[in-house]
């Protein structure tokens, strides 16, 4: 293996030809996850695109149907392979009363967004979905002895092989983040040479296989004002961030910066990459989300293929049937194209030998004879 490839535990081979099973968790059940999954399959044509799984309440399904008068019918499986095609499967992973209390986190609305996300995940691990979208969860909701992380990706870190790297995206830019939920008091000291040339590795990788981009073009942002201003403003660029893009750079990877942030947005450059690498949170998303906010929030390095719509449970309109679920139809049709894409991947990077072999091979063993094999020779 050449210095510049990457093995990617996040392709997965598929192993029928049903229609994709999207695994679908409820969320947060005192937010608006049961709205947008109501009004996204109201739309029967994205029943030719997936056969969607819920995974969730039965009876708390219900009382946000009412809520909000939906139309929407669930078909309740056991399991995500039994789910049929053309209908809203759901799987009761809460089976008791689960009080809803539309715009409050609760630890009892965090309970069942956790037993969700479980029973989902070791679905996908059993094969019986192709892929997750994750309705919005409050962090404090569902932060507890039994779940303790600080949200969906450091969750699906802990489940699963790789090294997660979340990437926003919207029709303008993707943007993946060196940190996540961190502190704003603790981010300079947890960029290293070592995180970053993993995430810009992992970024790379994603690109090919999720994006199916053959030669993506990186840009990494700088962690301090103007880049540290020749080391005025700090020394992190100078002395980290650029000895890792020289050594990348090197080995082929095409990655470019760093980059000051505000100029970076504010000139448009992020029109001339394929995606952004920002050093945290607030750095990347803000504009972001500024320019477009049908964002959708994409966990790669992972074998797993997850989503999620980039807003929150939005608890200050729940239950008020007002909620815009463009973002989480958004996820669900990323979640689609990246499985897609990975299938394409896999295919277009399999060893040609043991085809070749069979293909060469009678079905009794005996080798096959081509015309040229009976052709006299001279």
Do not use: W
Not at 150 to 178: D, Q, W, Y
Not at 249 to 269: K, L, M, S, T
């Amino acid at each position: 293996m050449s210095p510049n490839e990457t093995t990617s535990p996040a392709i997965t081979k598929p192993t029928s030809s049903h229609k994709l099973r999207i695994g679908i968790t409820h969320g947060d059940t005192n937010g608006i996850g049961y709205e947008l999954i109501y009004k996204c399959f109201e739309d029967e044509a994205m029943f030719d695109l997936c056969t969607p799984v819920i995974y969730g309440s039965a009876r708390v399904a219900t009382y946000h149907k009412k809520a909000f008068n939906s139309d929407g019918v669930f078909n309740i499986v056991a399991d995500g392979a039994e789910a049929q095609e053309g209908q809203l499967n759901l799987v009761n992973c809460i089976p008791e009363e689960v009080k809803v209390d539309f715009g409050h986190p609760t630890a009892e609305s965090g309970e069942a967004a956790r037993r969700a996300l479980e029973t989902a995940v070791a679905e996908y691990k059993a094969g019986k979905i192709d892929a997750i979208v994750t309705a919005p969860i409050s962090k404090a909701a569902i932060n507890s002895e039994k779940f303790p992380y600080c949200g969906h990706t450091e969750f699906l870190s802990a489940s699963f092989e790789g090294e997660p790297l979340m990437i926003l995206c919207n029709k303008l830019m993707r943007v993946a983040l060196a940190t996540t939920h961190l502190p704003i008091r603790d981010i300079a000291a947890a960029i290293s040479p070592e995180l970053l040339e993993s995430k810009i590795r992992t970024l790379s990788q994603a690109l090919r296989t999720d994006f199916l981009l053959s030669a993506p073009r990186i840009a990494v942002l700088g962690l301090n004002p103007h880049c540290g201003d020749e080391g005025v403003t700090g020394t992190e660029e100078k002395e980290i961030i650029q000895p890792v893009i020289d050594k990348l750079n090197a080995e082929g990877i095409d990655v470019f910066g760093p980059f000051a942030a505000d100029g970076f947005f504010g000139a448009g450059a992020y029109r001339n990459f394929d995606a952004v690498l920002a050093m945290y949170h607030d750095q990347g998303l803000a504009p972001l989300k500024a320019l477009s906010m049908e964002g959708v929030n994409i966990t790669c390095g992972l074998n797993v293929v997850r989503t999620s719509p980039d807003h929150g449970t939005a608890y200050d309109i729940a239950g008020k049937g007002i909620a815009d679920a463009s973002s989480f139809r958004e996820a669900l049709y990323a979640a689609i194209t990246i499985c897609r894409n990975r299938r394409t991947h896999l295919e277009a990077t399999a060893d040609p030998l043991p085809k070749l072999y069979h293909d060469r091979r009678e079905e009794g063993g005996a080798p096959r004879r081509f015309m040229r094999d009976t052709m006299p020779q001279e």
